[in-house]
C-alpha cells in the first residue's frame, strides 16, 4: 500500500505530517476548552474564566498560524512529489533499456497529467489524513463515553447509519454525473465533426451533423443535466447537510433531557454537540477512503512499474570502434521473421556507406541493432572482433525535433533548417561510428548538396553509416561503399 511514499521526501513527509496532526489537535481540544470555559461561568469561578479565557485566546492564534502552516507543508508535498516523479521519468529514458521495456509518450503524458492530478493526494497526504480520523474518532468517542455512555452510543450508531447511507445516496449521484457527462462529451464531438467535415458540407445537400441530430443531442444533455442537478440539490440539502444536522438535533434534544433530569452539567451541551458534528467528516472520509484509493491503485501501479524499470548500463562501456563485422547477420521483424537476405560485412574507420533498400526491408532494424536499442537479428554484430557492446556511436535520426528550450529559434523554424542544425549539432563532437538516417530528408537540392560536403569532410577517422533512398548520393559519385538490403520474398 506504501510503496508509492518514494515520491514524497522523507523530510517533506515528516514536516506535513506533524504540522497536520498538530493543528489538527488543537482544533479537537478546542471544544474541551470551550466547555471548561463554559463551567467556568456557570459556577462564576472569576479566576478560572479570566486563565481559561487567556488559553482560549491563544489556543485560537496558535490554530490560525498551525493551519497556514500546514496549507504549506501541503503544497510543499505536492510540489516534492510532482519533482520527484519528473526525475524519476527523466531518469528512466535516459538510462531505459529499449530492448526489454516499454515506456511511451502517451504513458508519460498520461501520468504527469491526469493522473497525477487525480492521485497526488492519495500518495501521502491522504494516509496521513487517514491516520489522523482514526485517531480523532477513538478520542471523541472517549470524551463522549467518559461524559455519558448512553448518549454516546446513540451518536457511534445513528452516525454509522447515516453515514452508510449518505455514501449509497452518493453513488447514484456518481453515476447521474457520468451520464451528463458523456453527453457533454457527444456534443463536443458533433461540433468538432461539423468543424472537420464544414468545407464539403456547405456545398452539398448531405450533412453529417444534421440538425436533427445535433437537437437530440442538446435535447439528451438537458434531459440528463437536470436530473443530475435534482439529484445533487437532493444530496446536498436533504440527505448529506439533513442527516448531519438530524444528528446534531437529535444529540442536542437527548442532552438537554439529561441536563434537565440533572445527569448532566449545562456546559456539556456544547461538548456534545461540537463532537457529534466532528464525528461527521472522519466518519466520511474512512468509510470512503478504500474506495478512492482502489480508484486510484492503477495510477499506483503504474509508478510502481516504472520504478521498477530495467536500467541499461550501455552507456557506461566506453572506448573505440575500429571496425564492425556482420556475420550472416539477419534482421528481423517483430514476430521473429527474416526482413532481408543474411548478410556478411564489414564496416571500417576511415569509409562512407551507403545503406539501401526497399521499405520494410530492415535498414531501420539494422541500426537499432547497432545501437543496442534492440537484438532484433539472428548470426552476429561484432565490434573489433567481440561482441562486446561500445558506447562509441554518434546517431542523427531521420525526423529532426529540436527543443524550444535548447534553442528557441530553430525550434520554431523550418523542417530543413532543423534538420541541417541537428546534423551540424549531433557531428560536433562524434564518436567514431556516425550513423546518418535519411539526413537529406526536408533539404533543398543546395542544402544537399552542401551536406553532402559536410559528410564528406567526416570520413577522415570515423565510420560513417548513411541511411538513404535518395539518389543524389549517385549523382554526386561519392567515394563510398554501398550495402545494398534484399527483402525477403
Known amino acids: 500500500m506504501f510503496r508509492h511514499f518514494l515520491l514524497t521526501s522523507k523530510s517533506i513527509g515528516v514536516r506535513f505530517a506533524v504540522t497536520y496532526f498538530f493543528v489538527r489537535c488543537l482544533y479537537l481540544i478546542t471544544p474541551l476548552t470551550t466547555t471548561a470555559l463554559i463551567y467556568s461561568v456557570e459556577i462564576k469561578d472569576r479566576n478560572r474564566f479570566i486563565v481559561l479565557t487567556l488559553f482560549y485566546i491563544v489556543l485560537f492564534l496558535l490554530t490560525q498560524w498551525m493551519d497556514y502552516q500546514s496549507d504549506i507543508a501541503e503544497g510543499n508535498c505536492y510540489t516534492d512529489s510532482y519533482q520527484n516523479l519528473l526525475k524519476l521519468i527523466r531518469r528512466k529514458i535516459a538510462n531505459r533499456d529499449y530492448r526489454c521495456t516499454e515506456l511511451s509518450l502517451d504513458e508519460i503524458n498520461q501520468l504527469v497529467g491526469q493522473d497525477f492530478e487525480k492521485a497526488n493526494r492519495y500518495f501521502f497526504v491522504e ?28 451518536i457511534v450508531v445513528l452516525a454509522v447509519v447515516l453515514i452508510t447511507l449518505n455514501l449509497k445516496a452518493g453513488n447514484t449521484i456518481e453515476d447521474s454525473s457520468n451520464d451528463s457527462l458523456e453527453t457533454m462529451r457527444t456534443l463536443k464531438s458533433m461540433v468538432h465533426d461539423q468543424y472537420m467535415t464544414d468545407r464539403e458540407s456547405r456545398f452539398s445537400s448531405i450533412q453529417q451533423i444534421n440538425d436533427s441530430l445535433f437537437e437530440k443531442g442538446l435535447s439528451d444533455f438537458q434531459k440528463k443535466n437536470k436530473r443530475k442537478n435534482k439529484e445533487q440539490a437532493f444530496y446536498l440539502n436533504i440527505v448529506s447537510y439533513g442527516s448531519m444536522n438530524m444528528l446534531i438535533t437529535f444529540v442536542m434534544i437527548l442532552v438537554c433531557f439529561f441536563v434537565f433530569k440533572g445527569n448532566l452539567s449545562f456546559s456539556t451541551l456544547y461538548l456534545f454537540n461540537s463532537y457529534a458534528s466532528q464525528l461527521w467528516s472522519p466518519g466520511e472520509f474512512i468509510f470512503e477512503f478504500r474506495a478512492k484509493y482502489k480508484e486510484n491503485a492503477p495510477i499506483f501501479e503504474k509508478i510502481r512499474k516504472l520504478s521498477s524499470m530495467k536500467e541499461s548500463d550501455d552507456l557506461k562501456q566506453t572506448g573505440m570502434i575500429e571496425k564492425i563485422t556482420l556475420k550472416d547477420y539477419v534482421g528481423t521483424g517483430k514476430h521473429g521473421e527474416s526482413l532481408h537476405q543474411p548478410l556478411n560485412f564489414t564496416f571500417e574507420k576511415d569509409h562512407l556507406y551507403l545503406v539501401k533498400g526497399e521499405n520494410g526491408s530492415g535498414k531501420t532494424t539494422l541500426i537499432e541493432n547497432l545501437l543496442h536499442l534492440t537484438e532484433r537479428y539472428r548470426g552476429t554484430i561484432e565490434l573489433n ?12 535520426p531521420s525526423k529532426p525535433y529540436i527543443s524550444e528550450f535548447y534553442n528557441a529559434e530553430i525550434h520554431k523554424g523550418s523542417d530543413g533548417q532543423k534538420k541541417f542544425f541537428q546534423f551540424a549539432d549531433l557531428t560536433r563532437e562524434a564518436g567514431t561510428v556516425i550513423i546518418l538516417d535519411e539526413p ?50
Open 385 to 396: 572482433g567481440s561482441d562486446e557492446w561500445i558506447n562509441d556511436f554518434t546517431y542523427v
Open 127 to 154: 494516509i496521513v489524513r487517514f491516520v489522523y480520523y482514526l485517531f480523532s474518532i477513538i478520542f471523541i468517542v472517549s470524551v463522549l463515553f467518559s461524559q455519558s455512555w448512553q448518549i454516546a452510543a446513540v
Open 440 to 489: 537529406t530528408n526536408y533539404l533543398d537540392t543546395d542544402r544537399k548538396t552542401e551536406l553532402i560536403q559536410k559528410i564528406n569532410e567526416l570520413i577522415r577517422g570515423h565510420i560513417v553509416i548513411v541511411i538513404t533512398h535518395d539518389p543524389i548520393f549517385d549523382v554526386y559519385k561519392c567515394d563510398c561503399d554501398s550495402l545494398q538490403l534484399e527483402k525477403t520474398s
